[in-house]
């Protein structure tokens, strides 16, 4: 007997014999840093790989695997506060060139799952990199258009309905609300602490675990949408072909 006929969601937990050798793979991307006095350090990684499960979960092809999470990311502006631990842009790129070089061996397609904003220069270059010597590899970001900065309303949300036991309530401060593209100047000359004491970019008042589930089903919905199109950019991005 070799174990399970199908091999299950997660990777991690799959026996060798039961890895479809052209299976789509999903790899979250997240980050170990501050989201304010009230969210946990692995806030981008939680929701990254929640995220990439449901989308396994509704891709009507498959099964996808979910490979376990890249952790650590780009977060050097948040590096003024304890706990944020960054490996900086060029180590990131070397992860995700040498972890899609090595899944190529035998998966069909690999799917980058992005959580933190700063991780975007590492998987642009790694990804278009990985595209030239012809691996089907691409990205996409787990944004919401209307979702604020940093650790405000739209992230405290999703944790509220994701990871409730996590978000210490009573910590939950308003940053500085002032739109993201104004701050980004100062943001990337002086690091987060220098916009905001707190560590927040935004406000988590009236945040909600009712709003997280509809934030976290939006993001879910456009991520089906754009790994079942398959088109990419330039920068191996994945694109909304609706749009």
């Given at each position: 007997m070799r174990?399970?006929d199908?091999?299950?969601?997660?990777?991690?937990d799959a026996?060798w014999?039961s890895?479809?050798?052209?299976?789509?793979?999903l790899?979250p991307?997240?980050s170990?840093?501050?989201h304010g006095?009230?969210l946990?350090?692995s806030?981008?990684?939680v929701?990254a790989q929640?995220?990439?499960e449901?989308?396994?979960d509704a891709?009507?092809?498959?099964?996808?695997?979910?490979?376990p999470?890249?952790?650590?990311?780009?977060s050097g502006?948040?590096?003024?506060?304890?706990?944020t631990?960054?490996?900086?842009?060029?180590a990131?790129?070397i992860?995700?060139?040498?972890?899609?070089r090595s899944?190529?061996l035998?998966?069909g397609r690999?799917?980058?799952v992005?959580?933190h904003g700063?991780?975007?220069?590492?998987?642009?270059?790694?990804v278009?990199?990985?595209?030239?010597?012809?691996?089907?590899?691409?990205?996409i970001?787990?944004?919401?258009p209307y979702?604020?900065?940093?650790?405000?309303f739209t992230?405290t949300s999703?944790?509220?309905?994701l990871?409730?036991?996590?978000?210490?309530?009573s910590?939950?401060?308003?940053?500085?609300?002032?739109?993201l593209?104004?701050?980004?100047?100062?943001?990337v000359a002086?690091?987060?602490r220098a916009?905001?004491?707190s560590?927040?970019?935004g406000?988590?008042?009236?945040?909600?675990?009712e709003?997280g589930?509809e934030?976290?089903r939006?993001m879910?919905?456009s991520?089906?949408?754009r790994v079942g199109?398959?088109l990419v950019?330039?920068r191996?991005?994945?694109?909304?072909?609706?749009?």
């Amino acid at each position: 007997m070799r174990g399970k006929d199908l091999a299950g969601r997660d990777l991690a937990d799959a026996v060798w014999p039961s890895v479809r050798p052209d299976a789509l793979v999903l790899v979250p991307v997240g980050s170990t840093e501050q989201h304010g006095p009230h969210l946990p350090l692995s806030t981008d990684t939680v929701i990254a790989q929640a995220v990439a499960e449901r989308t396994a979960d509704a891709l009507p092809v498959g099964p996808p695997l979910v490979a376990p999470a890249i952790a650590y990311g780009a977060s050097g502006e948040h590096a003024d506060f304890p706990g944020t631990v960054s490996m900086g842009h060029d180590a990131l790129r070397i992860v995700i060139i040498e972890a899609v070089r090595s899944l190529s061996l035998w998966a069909g397609r690999v799917v980058f799952v992005n959580g933190h904003g700063g991780n975007t220069v590492a998987l642009d270059a790694a990804v278009g990199r990985l595209r030239a010597e012809g691996h089907d590899v691409a990205w996409i970001g787990c944004g919401v258009p209307y979702g604020d900065a940093h650790a405000g309303f739209t992230e405290t949300s999703v944790m509220l309905h994701l990871a409730p036991d996590l978000v210490v309530r009573s910590g939950a401060v308003a940053g500085n609300t002032r739109p993201l593209a104004e701050l980004m100047p100062e943001l990337v000359a002086h690091g987060v602490r220098a916009v905001s004491p707190s560590g927040v970019l935004g406000d988590p008042a009236g945040a909600s675990a009712e709003e997280g589930r509809e934030i976290v089903r939006a993001m879910t919905a456009s991520i089906v949408r754009r790994v079942g199109a398959g088109l990419v950019d330039s920068r191996g991005r994945l694109l909304d072909p609706g749009r």
